[in-house]
């Protein structure tokens, strides 16, 4: 029923719109030239895919896949999605791509041959990454041994297989992440804010989304009951956080080693974003990402 | 008003009560909700010991483990009869589904627990030996060397404990690492076999 309602409602948009013209749309800008002669730390750039949970999303464990040889299949309200083969394979991978390639996808959400993306790809998130962030993150992907498995195609019924249907929504809903440092906080408190709001895209799986799969923005972290796979996540509201026994401590070691300050240990994809993703960041991250979690201004509506 | 209603009505309001008593949580259900509950409660009590927040007594440990030891293997897994979900269980059809790696991460909670009792009175590993504490995983490892491909190493974090350290590597090792094993076999069960709760 909520996907006829999404169906229908995506189509009232598009009744409003030229198809033919959207089709033709151009998005996404062509990076700096510069951006080739920049020098990427692989070090620098595995951590930024760590905390950007790159390899979470994009390797299948479970199924014994390798590393970013592509992920688990989300399956969402609009279809089956299944996060694609990153590896160094030419064919099935990003083998073939440009820098300039790589910097539209991750920060833009736009293919090489100029497709937007499906916001399944938290693409949104990455948006503030700065050329050096792109350098070092492409740096590291290149050291990722070629896996030639083709990543198999997204499994979404009409419309949503229509992908210049995403370029309405981007014009809709896609908007800069707010990762800019706030005046009279500490630097720790604001790398947190980077982290949070950003590479580590909390709000992606902790906010309730719209019909149209957007994140609501007045309900920032107040958790969503409808992830792909019928799973949720609770609230990571600040006040919310502190009634369950939550302080910036247990926090900070919940997202090293998934024991929460009850001494349950996370499950589900939280159990995936700990031990693919933050339980590599180091102590001082963690700790400016609890930090931000635990006193910000966002509050639920 | 004859026997048969009266006792239509008693049964149907002590299984009302007993709802309200424990979360609606009866038989296997409740037996193995109190003992994840029971190992919790020890995993609270470990954690702030593993962090050097609080002394660190062999002793605690050893009980601890005790406790974890009578609740794994078939004691777990016998409390999970084909079928013994819906509400309020967060147990998943994937526990029946994939019987053989559940009872492997049954047996698994025994090898890892039985690991950090005979390591209880090694003690904690040194300051920067064992960075945070926790997981298998802890930055510096995985990105300091600069030689070390990326993602390289995941198929140990993504494996199943019973391909990780035994009871016997374990015991020689400073306790953190059994108690790192003990919680990665949670984590494990829990990623796969357990609904996300709100």
Redesign the interface.
Known sequence: MRRLARAALLLCVIGGASGVGLVAWPIGVEPPSTLESLEGN??R???L??ASGC?ACH?N??AGG???AGGAPLETDFGTFYPPNLTTDPNHGMGAWTISDFARAVRQGVSPRGDPYYPTFTYPFYAGFTDQDIADLWA??Q???AVPEPSPEHDTGFPFDQRWGLKIWRAAYLSEPDTSPEVGRSEAWNRGKWLVRGAAHCGACHTDRNLAGARIATRIFA?N?S?PGG????SILSADLQAGGWDADSLA?AL????T????????????V???GT?????ADLAAMASYIMDNDLSGN | MNARIWMTALVASSVGLAALAHSGATGVMKERMDAMGEMGDEMKRLAPMMRGQTDYDPDVVRSAADTMIGHAGTQMTELFPEGSNGMPSEALDAIWEDWEEFAALAEALRTSAEGMKLAADNGLAGPGEMPGGGMMGSGQGMMGTGKTMMGAGQGMMGGAPTQMMTTEMLAEMPVNAGFMAVTQTCSACHQKFRAEEN
């Not at chain 1, 090293?256 to 024991?259: D, F, K, L, Q, V």
């Not at chain 1, 300050?261 to 995936?272: K, L």
């Open positions: 692989v070090d750039g595995a951590y895919a760590r390899i390797s464990f479970e390798a590393p970013l590291a992907f050291t990722v041994p958790g009951d992830l799973k949720s996540a609770p070691y090293r080693t998934g024991i300050p009850e001494g349950d240990v996370f499950g589900g994809s939280m159990a995936e700990v031990n693919y339980a590599f960041l180091s102590d």
